[in-house]
């Protein structure tokens, strides 16, 4: 089955500095990858995701990258600010498949 | 348009006690889960569904039953708890097709005692 890592596991940044989160995962037919913000003391929301179609994908200061043949893709949070503070999933699908597989987690801490 | 919800946000128990959790949702996805999170463990599938009146194991199933009678609703049952079960639960649900999307409830804190 599908496997995917998560690394960092804690990042800490100083307020306006970028931050970057990245992926592995093993499923090379793997074509949905979704990133999940969870604030303290609630569930998960999607902030971006991308398509194995795709390379790059932005939205205001959140982007995100994919190179398949590496099978690895990041999230890149550029002038972070403190309520970007929060612990950021990963996660890769299949289509087709019902279950996502996700990452352990990165817990990021902006500093103000 | 209330999303996911999840009934009750926190609750204590005794080892051996029984307690039903209740998602909700209100926007006619197919597809619904139960998973639980612990501390570096990240999220962990317990059951998930793929329509009304079906049920299937995920990662760590055991001690846990589900039921999906209704579409809009999706049970997780402990028959009789313990202490490894101690965790926060969080229900998701998505619709069926190409968007993969999940939408998750705000959490359910569970103490086992």
């Known amino acids: 089955g599908e496997n995917v890592e998560q690394h960092p596991s804690t990042l800490s940044v100083q307020e306006g500095d970028s931050a970057v989160i990245k992926c592995t995962y093993s499923d090379s037919a793997s ?8 604030e303290l003391g609630k569930g998960p929301q999607l902030i971006i995701d991308i398509r194995s179609n795709v390379g790059e994908k932005k939205d205001q200061r959140i982007a995100v990258t994919l190179n398949k043949t590496a099978k690895h893709f990041s999230l890149h949070i550029t002038e972070t600010q403190p309520e970007d503070s929060a612990v950021y999933f990963c996660a ?21 | 348009n209330a999303g996911v919800t999840q009934t009750p946000k926190f609750r204590v128990l005794k080892t051996g006690q029984s307690m039903t959790l209740l998602c909700a949702q209100d926007m006619n996805h ?19 569904s793929v329509g009304e009146g079906t049920t299937a194991k995920g990662e760590v199933p055991d001690g ?3 039921s999906r009678l209704k579409k809009q609703n999706f049970l997780l049952g402990l028959e009789s708890a313990a202490p490894s079960q101690t965790s926060v639960y969080f229900c998701a649900s ?13 959490g359910t804190r569970l103490t086992v005692l």
């Not at chain 2, 197919?30 to 998930?48: A, K, S, T």
């Open chain 1, 31 to 38: 074509n949905y990858f979704p990133w999940y913000k969870q």
């Open chain 1, 92 to 112: 890769a699908s299949r289509g087709g498949s019902y279950i996502p597989t996700f990452g352990r987690g990165t817990s990021l801490i902006v500093h103000p």
């Open chain 2, 30 to 48: 197919e597809y619904m889960y139960w998973y639980r999170q612990d501390p570096g463990m990240g999220l962990r599938l317990i059951h998930y």
């Open chain 2, 64 to 66: 846990y039953n589900v």
């Open chain 2, 94 to 106: 998505r619709r069926e097709g190409r968007t993969d999307t999940q939408y998750f409830g705000p």
